[in-house]
């Protein structure tokens, strides 16, 4: 595998990680489970370090500032206001894979 190829696999594998952790993390608020706030933290831990090479700093950078706001919404209990930042988290992800991908 090229140089580029295993680059981008590595970048498509740290972020359906973040993805799938968010996806757990929405369901399970959606759900309002009592493992919520552990499955966040999943979420958070997933995001708080530079990806592979660094390529997508950009993005995880807006996913923390995404992740924070749908923070304080849930503590305020605006609950559409927080999913709302969580369904943009999750479309910037995709959207990025797509991107990565080159399809």
Do not use: C
Not at 13 to 22: C, V
Request: aromatic share 6%; glycine share 8%.
């Amino acid at each position: 595998m090229s140089g580029d190829r295993s680059m981008s696999a590595a970048r498509t594998a740290h972020l359906l990680g973040i993805s799938a952790n968010l996806n757990m993390a929405t369901i399970s608020l959606w759900g309002q489970s009592p493992r919520a706030a552990a499955i966040l933290g999943m979420f958070e831990a997933s995001i708080r370090w530079e990806g592979p090479g660094g390529h997508d700093e950009d993005l995880l950078v807006r996913l923390r500032d995404l992740f924070e706001e749908a923070k304080k919404y849930h503590a305020r209990e605006d609950f559409p206001a927080m999913m709302a930042r969580l369904r943009v988290a999750y479309d910037l992800v995709s959207i990025r894979i797509i991107e990565i991908s080159g399809e």
